[in-house]
């Protein structure tokens, strides 16, 4: 199964800027389909973007459309998440998720195979 490690998160004031990563331990994510998650304290788990495997457009859910940019370095087994113009709403654990192949456009969780343990990202003053 593929091992998927966040990292980048910290914490940061509103209206900055951070860049999570997510790597595959090993393996490309080249061919799969990669989700970022989110879960904020006290809150349901929601998906922030969805990019298919045929390296197609990302989507992005609304709540973060023109702040936040997924991209991909296949030769690093790297995905990307910049996250512009942060909001004290943002502030939540991201996830990264994969599943080989393709998967609905809006990365359902119950298909994602395999995800990572998490990264928080606190926006605050």
């Known amino acids: 199964q593929v091992q998927l490690v966040e990292s980048g998160g910290g914490l940061v004031q509103p209206g900055g800027s951070l860049k999570l990563s997510c790597t595959a331990s090993?393996?490309?994510?080249?061919?799969?389909?990669i989700g970022w998650f989110r879960q904020a304290p006290g809150k349901k788990r929601e998906g922030v973007s969805c990019t298919p495997h045929n390296h197609g457009d990302t989507f992005y859910f609304d709540s973060v459309k023109g702040r936040f940019t997924v991209s991909r370095d296949n030769n690093k087994s790297t995905v990307y998440l910049q996250m512009d113009n942060l909001k004290s709403e943002d502030t939540a654990v991201y996830y990264c998720?994969?599943?080989?192949?393709?998967?609905?456009?809006?990365?359902?969780?119950?298909?994602?195979?395999?995800w990572g343990k998490g990264t928080l990202v606190t926006v605050s003053t």
């Open positions: 998720a994969a599943v080989w192949g393709p998967a609905n456009w809006y990365c359902p969780a119950e298909v994602m195979a395999s």
């Open positions: 090993g393996f490309s994510l080249d061919y799969y389909t």
